[in-house]
C-alpha cells in the first residue's frame, strides 16, 4: 500500500526513478539486517556454536534476498527440517518483500500503461487478477495432509496479499481521491466493521492452526481480506481509527518495529535450544532483550545511513557506546565465523545416508517375504487363529490373566506389518530385533 501511495506520489511530482527507488529500499533494509545476522551469528558462536554450523549458506540466501525458496528446500523432508532449525527461520518474509520489490519497477509500468487516459480501473483489475491467481495458488498448491512450508514460504503463493495492498495504494485510499466515505451511511458503517473486523483478527491469531489445510485454503486469504478493509477505515483522515494509532508508544514502537522483527526469532531460538525458557519471566525477559537490541540497532543504523545519533543524555552515550564495542566484538567474530563456516549438518548426512541404508534393508526384506507368501501367510492366519481363540478365552477374566494374554500373544510369534515415516525407518533395525518372525517393517521417509 505504501510503495504505490508514494510511488504513484514521487511521479506526479515528476521525482520517481528506479535507481532511486532501489538505493532507498537498500538503505532502508540492509544495514539492519547486515547487523543482525553478523551480531546473531557471533552471539550463537560463543553461546551455542552447533547453531551457527554451516551457516554460510543462509546468511548468502539472506543477504541475495532468496531465504524463503531456500528454506523450502532445506525442508523438503521431516528429518531435514528438524535438522536445519535454524535462528534466522522468520526471515523467509523480507525475502518475498525484497524480491517483490525487484519486480516493483516493472509493475508498476504496466500499470501506467493500463491506467492510461483515466484508466485506472484497468490497471487496479490487473492487480486484482493476480491477487486472485495468487491466493488460489496457495490452495491448489496445497495437497491434501502434506506439508505446508510450500505455500507458506512460497513468493508466489504470498504475492497476493501484497497486490492487494497495491490496489489500495493505487486507489488513492488515505487521500482525497478515494471517495468511499463521502456519504453517512459508510461512515456510520465503519465502527461496526471496524469493531467486527479487529474481533476477528484477534480470534485468529489466537485459534487458527498454521499446520491445517484450511488456514491454506481460504482461512489465511479471509484474514488478508480482513487486513485489507481495516487499512482502508484506519487511513481515512475523516475516521477517528487512524488517529487512535497516533500515541507517543505506539509511534515508539512502530519506528522500531523492523529491527524487533530482525531480533525477535534469534532471541526466542536461543531461550528455546538453552532451556531458558523455564526460567520465571522468560516471555517478558525475551520482550526485554528483543526491545533493547531494537533501540541500538535504529541508533546505529541512523548513525550509519544518516550519520545522525538521536541520544542528548550522557549516560544513554554511555550505554550505547559500550553496547557498540560489544556488538562489533560479535559482528566481526560473526563475519569469521560465517566465512569459515563450512558445510552444514555433517550429522544430516549421516542420518540421510543411515535411512537409506535402513530402506534398503527393508526392501531387500520385503522382497525375500513376497518369495515365500503362501507359507507366510498360512502361518500368519493359524498364529492369528491362536491369537484370537486365545483373546476370547482370556477377555472376560480378570485383570491379573492379562499379563497371561500377552505371554500368550507373545509365544504365538504372531508376525506383524508396522507401518510408518522416517521416525520408524530410524529405527528399523532396532524394531525387526523385537518383533516376532516374518514381521514386516513398511516404512519411508516424509510419508
Not at 463521502?182 to 473486523?197: E, G, H
Not at 480482513?226 to 475516521?239: G, R
Not at 566484538?329 to 555433517?346: D, E, L, P
Request: charged share 15%; hydrophobic share 45%; proline share 4%.
Amino acid at each position: 500500500y505504501l510503495i504505490a501511495l508514494t510511488s504513484e506520489k514521487s511521479r506526479r511530482r515528476g521525482c520517481f526513478s528506479v535507481g532511486g527507488f532501489y538505493l532507498k529500499r537498500l538503505t532502508r533494509i540492509y544495514p539492519p539486517v547486515i547487523l543482525t545476522v553478523f551480531l546473531t551469528v557471533g552471539a550463537f558462536h560463543f553461546i551455542y556454536p552447533k547453531a551457527v554450523e554451516g551457516v554460510r549458506n543462509e546468511v548468502i540466501s539472506i543477504l541475495l534476498g532468496y531465504n524463503n525458496w531456500w528454506q523450502i528446500a532445506q525442508n523438503s523432508s521431516d528429518f531435514t527440517k528438524i535438522a536445519n532449525a535454524t535462528r534466522f527461520t522468520h526471515i523467509w518474509s523480507l525475502a518475498v518483500e525484497l524480491q517483490f520489490y525487484v519486480i516493483w519497477p516493472v509493475l508498476y509500468f504496466i500499470y501506467l500503461i493500463l491506467a492510461n487516459r483515466g484508466r485506472k480501473k484497468r490497471g487496479l483489475l490487473f492487480f486484482l487478477i493476480i491477487s486472485s491467481i495468487s491466493a488460489i495458488l496457495m490452495g491448489v498448491l496445497l495437497p491434501y495432509g502434506t506439508d505446508a512450508t510450500r505455500v507458506y514460504y512460497g513468493t508466489d503463493t504470498r504475492l497476493y496479499a501484497l497486490t492487494l495492498g497495491v490496489m489500495l495504494g493505487f486507489a488513492g485510499v488515505g487521500t482525497d481521491e478515494f471517495r468511499l466515505f463521502r456519504s453517512k451511511t459508510a461512515r456510520k458503517a465503519s465502527l461496526p466493521v471496524f469493531v467486527i473486523s479487529m474481533i476477528f483478527l484477534v480470534i485468529s491469531f489466537i485459534f487458527v492452526d498454521g499446520m491445517a489445510d484450511p488456514t491454506y485454503t481460504g482461512l489465511m486469504q479471509i484474514v488478508t481480506v480482513v487486513i485489507f478493509v481495516l487499512v482502508i477505515i484506519t487511513a481515512e483522515p475523516s475516521l477517528p481509527f487512524g488517529r487512535m494509532l497516533e500515541n507517543p508508544v505506539l509511534d515508539f514502537i512502530g519506528k522500531r518495529s523492523y529491527e524487533m522483527y530482525l531480533f525477535m526469532y534469534p532471541v526466542i531460538f536461543l531461550f528455546n535450544v538453552k532451556k531458558w525458557t523455564r526460567i520465571p519471566c522468560a516471555p517478558l525477559i525475551q520482550l526485554a532483550i528483543i526491545m533493547l537490541l531494537a533501540i541500538w540497532e535504529h541508533e546505529m543504523v541512523g548513525w550509519i545511513v544518516k550519520r545522525k545519533l538521536n541520544i542528548t543524555r550522557k549516560w544513554k552515550a554511555t550505554l550505547f557506546f559500550l553496547a557498540t564495542v560489544a556488538a562489533t566484538v560479535f559482528i566481526v567474530v560473526g563475519i569469521i565465523a560465517t566465512i569459515f563456516s563450512g558445510k552444514k549438518n555433517t550429522d544430516t548426512k549421516e542420518l540421510e545416508q543411515q535411512l537409506a541404508a535402513n530402506q534398503k534393508m527393508l526392501e531387500q526384506q520385503e522382497s525375500e517375504s513376497s518369495s515365500q507368501t503362501s507359507s507366510v501367510t498360512g502361518s500368519s492366519s493359524a498364529s492369528n487363529s491362536a491369537a484370537t481363540s486365545s483373546t476370547s478365552a482370556t477377555s472376560s477374566s480378570s485383570t491379573e490373566d492379562t499379563e497371561k494374554q500377552d505371554e500368550l500373544t507373545a509365544e504365538t510369534k504372531v508376525p506383524v506389518t508396522a507401518i510408518g515415516d522416517s521416525v520408524m525407518l530410524g529405527a528399523s533395525p532396532e524394531l525387526l530385533k523385537v518383533l516376532p518372525d516374518k514381521s514386516i517393517v513398511n516404512a519411508h521417509e516424509s510419508r
